[in-house]
């Protein structure tokens, strides 16, 4: 009895060829369902509301607190402030109260900062999160951001006003 390895042989190699070109059309296009959410993401978002940074005097504070029970992982924080380093100060914090001057009556974020509350940002399309954006006491810009990510890097595509919820001054 004789077997004919030859066909076996070209069978596996048009499987082999079927799956890698899946896979190859199924990572790194785009938008195709889930995608993890780290620092890049989350810093497609920061950039929208960084306030612009003088050239002749100290980086602006950006205080950043998440919104909700989760908080950022601390590689995160650290690829986000190494990000900005050069224009800016992010500093992260846990609790909001921390980051506002309660000795203030108009109650701003400490050092003439402005705080930023970022949710969670969806791992499926569409990527989207809230913003609230915080500079005094009842001054609290709220945004729904929807991002795209296309080759692992992140993009906001919209953004657009909604009520603020979370940051919400003189409380």
């Given amino acids: ?28 296009g785009g938008d195709q369902g889930t995608s993890p959410v780290g620092a890049d993401g989350y810093m497609a978002v920061i950039d929208e509301f960084l306030p612009p940074a003088p050239f002749d005097s100290d980086r602006p504070v950006v205080y950043v607190a998440r919104l909700g029970d989760k908080p950022f992982a ?25 980051a506002v001057d309660t000795e203030d009556s108009d ?3 400490r050092s003439d ?10 791992t499926v399309v569409p990527h989207a999160v809230r913003v609230e954006v ?3 006491a009842g001054v609290v810009d709220a945004h729904k951001v929807t ?5 692992d890097v992140w993009r906001v595509e919209s953004s657009e006003s909604v009520e603020p919820e979370v940051l919400i001054g003189d409380e």
Avoid at 1 to 18: E, H, I
Avoid at 114 to 121: A, E, M
């Fill in 1 to 28: 009895m004789s077997f004919d390895s030859g066909g076996v042989t070209r069978w596996r190699r048009s499987l082999l060829a079927v799956v890698a070109l899946a896979v190859a059309s199924g990572c790194g």
């Fill in 113 to 122: 900062g402005v705080l930023l509350g970022i949710g969670t940002i969806s």
């Fill in 74 to 98: 601390l590689e995160d924080q650290v690829a986000m402030i190494e990000a900005v380093e050069e224009s800016h100060d992010l500093r992260f914090v846990d609790e909001i109260a921390a």
């Fill in 147 to 151: 991002l795209t990510v296309r080759d």
């Fill in 107 to 109: 109650a701003p974020p």
């Fill in 134 to 136: 915080y500079t005094a």
